[in-house]
Structure formats: C-alpha cells, structure tokens
C-alpha cells in the first residue's frame, strides 16, 4: 500500500482547475492499485487530489485541523463538497484544537507527513511566505525528512490575485 499526502494551493484559477485535475490523475495513476491518500480536503488542491484519490479506487484519509474547522472555516461555496468528501472518506482524524489557526494547520501538516510514503506538492514552486503551515513549508519540511516529494504544477496553471 502507498499512502500519499497532498499540500496544495487552495487559490487556484477556475482554467486552473482542469490542469491541475489531469496532472493529479496522472501522478497518482501509477499507485491506484493499492492508493491511500490523505488530506485536509480544503478547497482547491486538497478537495482535488481527494477527488482523484476516490476516482481511482483508493481510501482517502481526511485531516481537519481543528474541532471548529467545518462551521468557521468551510466556505458556503466549498460545503458540499467538503461534506462528500467527509462522507466518503475511510477515516476521518479531527486534531485536538479548539480553533482553525496557523498552530493548528502547521499539526494538520505534521499529521499528513507522518502518514505519508510520499507527498504530492500542488506547489507554484515559490519560498515560503513566512506565515507558517503553507504548501512551500510542508513541502520543505517533506525534503527535510526525506519523505518523496512530487511537485504538480502544470503549464499554464495559476493562482488568483
């Protein structure tokens, strides 16, 4: 069994989208015999890599950094999805925080890598903002512990703003 962990942006374009789909499809193809992925399913590349994960046959791992996550984080556009991919996941682990903040999301990162045989990195490629618990951080601290890193970011994709 492989378990791949994803960090990705959640601020991808709409023609992103279907780049960043194909791309996952294709990474992850290779492993679908035997797939478990784990992920915060946050809008953007998390929900998407979930979405290909359970395409392909795998289990998916759901990570939700804290107990207020869904009613204080989860935005009315992303609901329902959100709530699919919780219905459909193999297990669900709530990190013992009361509140969504960067410590809780720096533990969410920490929670997927531990889990992880490899992870897959919808990462633009560029330096960490300083901020703490985003993709260029995970994916650092992937390369530090010489877990597998895969990149995805395909032509022409981008983020918003």
Not at 123 to 136: D, F, L, Y
Request: aromatic share 4%.
């Amino acid at each position: 069994m492989t378990t791949i962990a994803v960090t990705g942006h959640m601020d991808l374009t709409d023609s992103s989208v279907p780049l960043v789909r194909d791309a996952l499809r294709e990474t992850l193809k290779p492993y679908a015999a035997d797939l478990t992925g784990v992920s915060c399913i946050a809008k953007g590349s998390d929900s998407l890599f979930a979405e290909i994960v359970l395409e392909l046959g795998g289990r998916l791992v759901v990570v939700i950094p804290s107990k207020d996550y869904r009613q204080n984080k989860v935005k009315p556009d992303h609901a329902e999805t959100f709530d699919r991919l919780m219905n459909a996941a193999g297990e669900a682990i709530v990190l013992d925080h009361e509140t969504a903040d960067r410590s809780a999301y720096e533990h969410a990162n920490r929670t997927l890598l531990r889990r992880a045989d490899r992870l897959v990195a919808v990462w633009n490629g560029e330096p960490p903002s300083g901020k703490g618990g985003g993709s260029a951080d995970t994916v650092l601290e992937a390369r530090e512990a010489s877990l597998p890193v895969d990149v995805v970011w395909p032509h022409g994709a981008a983020r918003r703003g």
